[in-house]
């Protein structure tokens, strides 16, 4: 096992700057997953992190040795691609084994490599098949094994799911998690999907347009997003955002805030917040979950889509000001299309963000009022 550390890495194709001085460490054993949209530069920066591609400036660190200049085969990592890269002539066992046969592995040494590591993966049976007979989720065990066979100090994942269907995907979701528990290896995995990011991650790397919007845990990236990027990028459903102004502060502590959305709906959050100041515009943020069907409400609106998911709905309301909002609501809810509907928030929900997009941080000795909702302004 080995930690990782980038240090203002940096990649240009001529004048064209892709990835702009990122900066973070992965611990030793640590799991950490890349996110962020397509383009955002993660696979660039997992591939300069095997060695694939070249670093423009910058550090890379693996195990406390700067590794720019060395080889990725001398750099003790294994990497599992989106491909599954299989050679179609050779054996399950054979495709595992390929790489300690090139190392020069003794052939007793390399079986037990292979044993051990079909054992793991649950492809025990499946050793003297070829990847033309097995399904697409045993072709990613495969890919994944010729990996472990190595015993590498580092994992590199490239978004190694993405070819798998729904179902596959959250089967394998699972057993890369159990891999990591049993291992103990350190990994680092990218994927544009936030799903795979929250459920698998110690830690999450935003990334936008090349740079880190955010390094932080999943719930704290959920709960804590440091800007408007991550607040819409993490989440499914997504943030709901609606223009408001700050109406009203009150004298004796910043703890309860009137706020006014544009189409005159008034709300109190009661939590503090730093950096506020009256008709400070500013966007207010709800997640769908924390907004409540309520007759008291005082955000009105009505139904134009309802989404019946199984265990959860969505509704989605046009609000009378004109934005949209999507409801969270456990089970199946019994709204019609056009129904009027009133909402209020729980105030854990509910995140503001400056004219800059940046998140407005909350006063720490107020962290125990979150449970508390947002209500009507009397």
Known sequence: MAAVTLKSVSKSYGLAKVVHGIEFAIEDGEFVVLVGPSGCGKSTL???????????????????????????????????????????????????????????????????????????????????????????????????????????????????????????????????????????????????????????????????????????????????????????????????????????????????TEIVLKDGTKLTVDCGYERLSVGQTVQLGIRPEALLPADDGPIAGRVQIVEPLGGLTLLHVRLDGGDTFIVQLTGAAGWRLGSPIRLKAETSGVHLFDSAGQRIPQLPDDVALLARRVGAVS
């Open 46 to 256: 997992l591939r300069m992190i095997a060695g694939l591609e070249p670093i423009t400036s910058g550090e890379v660190v693996i195990d406390g040795q700067i590794v720019n200049d060395i080889p990725p085969k001398y750099r003790d990592i294994a990497m599992v691609f989106q491909s599954y890269a299989l050679y179609p002539h050779m054996t399950v066992a054979g495709n595992m084994g390929f790489a300690l046969k090139l190392a020069g592995l003794p052939k007793a040494e390399a079986a037990t490599r292979i044993l051990k590591a079909a054992e793991i993966l649950g492809l025990g049976d499946l050793l003297d098949r070829y990847p033309r007979q097995l399904s697409g989720g045993q072709r990613q065990r495969v890919a994944m094994g010729r990996a472990i066979v190595r015993d590498p100090s580092v994992f590199l994942f490239d978004e190694p799911l993405s070819n798998l269907d729904a179902a596959l995907r959250m089967q394998m979701r699972v057993e890369i998690a159990e891999l990591h528990q049993r291992l103990g290896t350190t990994m680092i995995y990218v994927t544009h999907d936030q799903t795979e990011a929250m459920t698998l991650a110690d830690r999450i790397v935003v990334l936008n347009r090349g740079c880190v919007e955010q390094v932080a845990t999943p719930i704290e990236l959920y709960t804590r997003p440091a800007n408007l990027f991550v607040a819409r990028f993490i989440g499914s459903p997504p943030l709901n955002l609606a223009e408001a102004d700050i109406a009203a502060i009150t004298a004796d502590s910043p703890r309860s």
